[in-house]
Antibody
Framework: EVQLVESGGGLVKPGGSLRLSCAASGFTFSSYSMNWVRQAPGKGLEWVSSISSSSSYIYYADSVKGRFTISRDNAKNSLYLQMNSLRAEDTAVYYC??????????????WGQGTMVTVSS | VIWMTQSPSLLSASTGDRVIISCRMSQGISSYLAWYQQKPGKAPELLIYAASTLQSGVPSRFSGSGSGTDFTLTISCLQSEDFATYYCQQYYSFPPTFGQGTKVEIK
């Protein structure tokens, strides 16, 4: 079964750090570009970051640039998001999502169940 | 950044109704548009990509159309399991952006 499972969310104080993980299974992880998308409580979807299959291309939303770092370990079939200098407005459910085609720049066809990040003192 | 205007934000409908949701882009994106369905407490699910291609496993009552700047998602005969929030997304250029969402509720 094709599956993505996020972990690492939790409660953190403003200015703190957190590292999210996304474990992939059921497909050739190393062939696909991957993304992080977040959703603040009661709000819509916001793309956060993208990484190509070989980590050659990395992109960030302006709202997280300089604070968040996306990475992947293809040997471990895992995607990561290191989040530093967290702010209250980073509070959200964070989803990892796979791009549909091997060539990248496509819709997101597989999503994890999400992990909640709460930034509060 | 490509801005998207999705409408309506709330749609009240009955089972069996035909429902149309619109998404307008601030600039042309060819057919690089996707539609997602999200139910409360769940992750989004891909319904349509490339503006009009149905994702595998998605019922045929869902259809998408449009290109350039104007797109629509149509549900031909609303079923009880279709009451959810729907989002459009452009992936023509970075950053990929999502519409504000359309909640389809029971009338």
């Amino acid at each position: 079964e094709v599956q993505l499972v996020e972990s690492g969310g939790g409660l953190v104080k403003p200015g703190g750090s957190l590292r999210l993980s996304c474990a992939a299974s059921g497909f050739t992880f190393s062939s696909y570009s991957m993304n992080w998308v977040r959703q603040a409580p009661g709000k819509g979807l916001e793309w956060v970051s993208s990484i190509s299959s070989s980590s050659s291309y990395i992109y960030y939303a302006d709202s997280v640039k300089g604070r968040f770092t996306i990475s992947r370990d293809n040997a471990k079939n895992s995607l990561y998001l290191q989040m530093n200098s967290l702010r209250a407005e980073d509070t959200a459910v964070y989803y990892c999502a796979r791009e549909r085609s091997l060539s990248g720049n496509d819709a997101f066809d597989i999503w994890g169940q999400g992990t909640m990040v709460t930034v509060s003192s | 950044v490509i801005w998207m205007t999705q409408s309506p934000s709330l749609l009240s409908a009955s089972t069996g109704d035909r429902v149309i949701i619109s998404c307008r882009m601030s600039q042309g994106i060819s057919s690089y548009l996707a539609w997602y369905q999200q139910k409360p407490g769940k992750a989004p699910e891909l319904l349509i990509y490339a503006a009009s291609t149905l994702q595998s496993g998605v019922p045929s009552r869902f259809s998408g159309s449009g290109s350039g700047t104007d797109f629509t998602l149509t549900i031909s005969c609303l079923q009880s399991e279709d009451f959810a929030t729907y989002y459009c997304q452009q992936y023509y250029s970075f950053p990929p952006t999502f519409g504000q969402g359309t909640k389809v509720e029971i009338k």
